[in-house]
């Protein structure tokens, strides 16, 4: 017998899977699971007749880049429109300092391989998008989490933790953000402390990672498009690697996603991109250009924007008419996820085998955090199910929830 | 102004860009450019109307799966397909030990990062295939060459190198090799080889990357299916992992390819694929599905084999009507490429930029070899030039090294 475990690497020996993508896995195998655990868009709202269309027309053949080879950048008519919905966001890059990647998740392993060695302290918020954590920590980074606050990240935390950090001898050089209706918090960073922070950045001699997948999804009852500005539009130092997305707002099945980043870092990412995938599907890349050209992103955003605040009002009333005030969360106002404090006395942990039991599941807290913490929280996505099933998920839930108050 | 050399890792620091990409690009820029560089197959093969016919029957909507987020190892009815594809091969699998790849690429870069450390030995063969070269230096490995003869690796001196290697104090576990039809050399590994490199990675305490593109390419006046066997399909011991690809057979631009691997190992790259880009894109994959299904994948290989065969035929008579014995190649037995010896006068690097002016391009065989040779060398690509163009391109080439000749 061949004892594997003497052929991994160091990195093998240590890369854990996704809790998110572990109850993702268990919902799909309980028919009657309602699911709250993964981030999923609901593809009721896929485009489907424009892709359809757009899938007929691109595959005729005379184009033979649709299926063949292509730049590692990206296909050169997607990285200008990209470029101008950029500009609409407030960001003006030239289309060199773009990147086209594999999934947003492409572009975080792509950072963290490129400014991360073994031993080096990064920082990301408390708590943070697990898939930045994943591939953070791939590259045996360490990782400090930076408290946050009602409108975001707390700087006088942020700044405590470098100083600390650098006191003790270790290399810190990067923070990952996501300003725009956080994942797992659904906050927003408020716009004066975005200033705060690209000052706060110069100051300490950081990069930003700022990572906005949900930033065109703000809810209009409680946001507007100027409070999500990235910080990337005020970047004029060159301090901000920004990443962004059309896996909620198209479909996350083409994983076609971007960055930008300042053009020597953008070099090295393109090189990190050869090695990791060459580039990112041609027929995809096409697909999501053509869907920009006829003005499918345009007309889909704003009733997305809609769709999933009337899902986030439903789960919100739900979880006030079966728990009122046993539990509390920040109102989300933009993006797929609501996450909930629960009593002191409940572990989300412990009690994901109750809630399965129940047919229901979530994202248990602990899962976002880099400290260990979040025992007492979980997190909710509301953008997948049907409301109805919402409001059944949010019931079967609160009885859990309810019950193991009693237990406790 | 920011240094943004401060802030890059150390892998950063000395990854490098891809000899044969640098070469595509410059392919593109000029009108009347020939190309014999990249391994790109000839999109007039592409199956448009099938792929044309498939993606508007699974763009319907009715099964979301097709643009949403999916599981990391594959869409389970390609990952049966693909079962079915390498039990033909000779390779009996259980489903669980497949994991699709967006290209065979990200197959590499997986296993690097799952079997390498920094200041380990990997070993490949002389020349290798540059995007393996890159994939593995990524992890810092320090790369040693093993020699081939005519039929494949040469094994006394694949014991050697290892030997010399650990006597050194260094670690050294794992050998790449392409079996059939190799990049860039276009040899075939002999059958009996075949077992004696199994039993030699046995002896040795190795595992084999087996990377295997172009098997399923073997030209009929000079290979038989039963030539191209995978080393894995003899693999009862757990040694192998296995690498192939739909790149050269349906389309590159979907980046559906797979990977079979022991068991462990398999969870290993799992893992490693959610932090890459958590999955391979749904739709390329489900149209590969159901090109599989619908028999478009049984129907082109044969037509591909006879298509290049044709083609590797029209250069080679050019080369011998244009260059006689003034430069010599083993004769590609299938596969996309002719591996050329100059004479020793001719330095193939620097004949680049002549040959640039002359309109024709191949990739320098030094690009290809780790330990610093190949300066006689070139690799010349029949795959995706139209015959007239190949005929016409051999001519610019003859004149140039005839010009080079005259010169030394």
């Not at 475990?5 to 240590?14: G, K, Q």
């Not at 998740?105 to 990301?124: E, H, I, K, S, T």
């Not at 797992?184 to 200033?195: A, E, F, N, S, Y």
């Given at each position: 017998m061949i004892d594997y475990?003497?052929?991994?690497?160091?990195?093998?020996?240590?890369?854990?899977?996704?809790?998110?993508?572990?109850?993702?896995?268990?919902?799909?195998?309980?028919p009657d699971m309602i699911s709250f655990a993964p981030g999923y868009p609901d593809p009721a709202m896929f485009a489907w007749q424009d892709f359809r269309q757009i899938a007929h027309e691109v595959l005729t053949g005379t184009d033979p880049s649709v299926l063949q080879y292509g730049p590692t950048r990206g296909y050169r008519p997607l990285l200008e429109s990209v470029c101008a919905i950029l500009r609409a966001r407030g960001i003006e890059t030239p289309v060199d300092n773009l990147l086209i990647t594999?999934?947003?998740?492409?572009?975080?392993?792509?950072?963290?391989?490129?400014?991360?060695?073994?031993?080096?302290?990064?920082?990301?918020?408390?708590?943070?998008?697990?898939?930045a954590i994943a591939a953070f920590r791939n590259t045996q980074v360490t990782l400090l989490g930076v408290r946050q606050e009602a409108d975001g990240i707390d700087l006088g935390d942020l700044e405590e933790v470098v100083t600390r950090t650098r006191a003790s001898g270790r290399r810190v050089r990067c923070l990952y953000v996501v300003p725009n209706f956080q994942n797992?918090?659904?906050?927003?960073?408020?716009?004066?402390?975005?200033?705060h922070l690209l000052q706060a950045a110069a100051r300490l001699d950081l990069l930003i990672i700022e990572d906005?997948?949900?930033?065109?999804?703000y809810?209009?009852?409680?946001?507007?498009?100027?409070d999500t500005r990235p910080i990337k539009a005020d970047d004029a130092e060159g301090r901000v690697i920004y990443l962004s997305s059309f896996s909620k707002t198209l479909a996350p099945g083409f994983r076609v996603a971007w960055m930008v980043a300042p053009t020597p870092i953008v070099e090295k990412l393109d090189l990190g991109k050869?090695?990791?995938?060459?580039?990112?599907?041609?027929?995809?890349?096409?697909?999501?250009?053509?869907?920009?050209?006829?003005?499918?992103?345009?007309?889909?955003?704003?009733?997305?924007?809609?769709?999933?605040?009337?899902?986030?009002?439903?789960?919100?009333?739900?979880?006030?008419?079966?728990?009122?005030?046993?539990?509390?969360?920040?109102?989300?106002?933009g993006g797929f996820f609501l996450w909930v404090t629960l009593p002191e006395a409940v572990d989300a942990d412990e009690m994901v085998p109750r809630a399965v039991e129940q047919r229901v599941i979530y994202v248990a807290g602990s899962a976002f955090f880099v400290n260990g913490r979040g025992q007492h929280m979980l997190r909710l996505s509301f953008s997948l199910p049907p409301e109805a099933r919402i409001v059944e998920g949010v019931k079967r839930l609160a009885q859990v929830i309810k019950h193991e108050i009693a237990r406790g």
């Open positions: 475990d003497d052929f991994f690497s160091r990195v093998a020996h240590t890369t854990q899977g996704s809790a998110i993508r572990k109850m993702g896995v268990m919902a799909l195998k309980a594999t999934g947003s998740q492409q572009g975080l392993d792509l950072v963290a391989r490129a400014l991360f060695d073994p031993g080096d302290v990064a920082l990301v918020e408390l708590p943070a998008y697990t898939g797992p918090t659904g906050l927003l960073i408020g716009l004066p402390k975005r200033r906005d997948p949900y930033g065109a999804l809810f209009e009852d409680a946001a507007t498009a100027e050869q090695v990791s995938d060459l580039m990112t599907p041609s027929l995809d890349q096409h697909i999501v250009f053509e869907a920009i050209r006829r003005g499918v992103f345009e007309r889909q955003v704003p009733v997305l924007r809609r769709f999933y605040q009337n899902k986030r009002t439903v789960m919100q009333q739900a979880l006030r008419t079966e728990l009122g005030d046993l539990i509390r969360w920040p109102e989300p106002r």
